[in-house]
Every structure is written in structure tokens, then in C-alpha cells.
Nanobody
């Protein structure tokens, strides 16, 4: 099996910063794309940012210029640096990974989520 464990959430004032981490462990042959999603109360889950194994990134318009996604392939870890946080960034942030456990096996995995709360 594969587990994704997030850390780094918390309570921060508007304008502040947080860095989220997500480490993948278990039987891993390779990891393709990794990404961060968030879900605010009463809203649907949305993509925040994702990154390919080669380092190509994609961001939601609402976070461009404020958030940076990067990964350490040697550690099977993806990070989300969040700066200039706004109250509307509040939500549960979940990590997602497209993992090959072998050359012929590919599955999508989710972490349990970490709460980010931005106060005004």
C-alpha cells in the first residue's frame, strides 16, 4: 500500500505564510504527478496546484503569485509554500499522488488532509 501524510497546517493571520508537506511512503516504484487540493466549508474540493515528476507546475488562478508547489523526488515529498494568505484560503488541504507501485500498476492516492485557517 501507499500512504500520504500531510503536515504543516494551522492557524495564521491574513498576510502570513505556511508551508505544507506531504510525504508518500510504502511500496513505490515511481510517482508521476503530485498535487494539493482544498475544500472550504460548503464548497466543492478544488485543485490548488500540481506538479509533474519533471517539475512542470499548474496553479489555480486564485493562488498564482502567492503559492509555490515544489517536490523532492528523492524523498517522495511534495510541498506547498503559501504566502500572503487570505481568509478565503481557509480549508482542508489534501495531498494527491499518481503512484506506480510497479511498472504495470498505477493508482491515485489521497492524504487525510490538514486544516488551514486564515484569520482576518
Amino acid at each position: 500500500q501507499v500512504q500520504l501524510v500531510e503536515s504543516g497546517g494551522g492557524l495564521v493571520q491574513a498576510g502570513g505564510s505556511l508551508r505544507l508537506s506531504c510525504a508518500a511512503s510504502g511500496t513505490i516504484f515511481s510517482i508521476n504527478a503530485m498535487g494539493w487540493y482544498r475544500q472550504a466549508p460548503g464548497k466543492q474540493r478544488e485543485l490548488v496546484a500540481d506538479i509533474t515528476s519533471g517539475g512542470s507546475t499548474n496553479y489555480a488562478d486564485s493562488v498564482k503569485g502567492r503559492f509555490t508547489i515544489f517536490r523532492d523526488n528523492a524523498k517522495n515529498t511534495v510541498y506547498l509554500q503559501m504566502n500572503s494568505l487570505k481568509p478565503e484560503d481557509t480549508g482542508v488541504y489534501c495531498c494527491n499522488a499518481d503512484v506506480r507501485r510497479s511498472p504495470w500498476s498505477r493508482n491515485n492516492y489521497w492524504g487525510q488532509g490538514t486544516q488551514v485557517t486564515v484569520s482576518s
